[in-house]
């Protein structure tokens, strides 16, 4: 059994997907420290001008823990990814079968980010018509604190054999400790595809967003 395991993100760009449709189960990393600036709350869309980046706002203290973070209901931030993605999506060719069930589930009222981005996940999955076992690390037993023990340690809770880990990821592992559980390291070499989008050049390392609204159920094959 092959597990990814990987903080959640928002709207998660291509290779996200790509890793999880080659795992049997997806564990979504929530009890490590979270990254300011990084693609946890935040993601980018195409639009006429370029890419245009979506951005939840977060209350998080430094050393704040992923399933601890909170989003800021004061600010606007759904009514402004909505219309962003409405604005700029509106021509393209799958725009009117996925986007009512987005916008649905970005209006929420989300107050976790992890719950935010789980979910947003679990539904961007579904529509490429993937449907892996996903699980929080938070859920599952307390692990290791030392990275390649946190790691190994997941996978041992699931009972994978088999653990996917990203282009760079395989290269700071312990990978002894791994081989000593019997548990293979598979390392991503991800390809980024080009494909037709709207309006001009092609931009690459978008939102998974903008693949599935302009090529649907051929998007996972892409």
Known sequence: MKVAIHQPQYLPWLGHFAKLAAADCWIFLDTVQYEKNGWQNRNRIKTPRGAQWLTVPVKAR?????SDVEIDAGQ????????AIRVNYARAPYFDRYFGELEQLLRRPWRPLADLNVEVTRFLALALGLTPRMLRASELPPVSADPTGRLLDLCVAVGADTYL???????????????AARVAVLGQEYQHPTYSQLDGDFLPFLSVVDLLLNHGESSLEI
């Open 62 to 66: 430094q050393g704040t823990l992923i």
């Open 76 to 83: 606007p931030w759904q009514r402004k990814h909505v219309e």
């Open 165 to 179: 880990a990203g282009r760079d990821g395989a290269r700071y592992m312990d990978l002894p400790r791994f081989e």
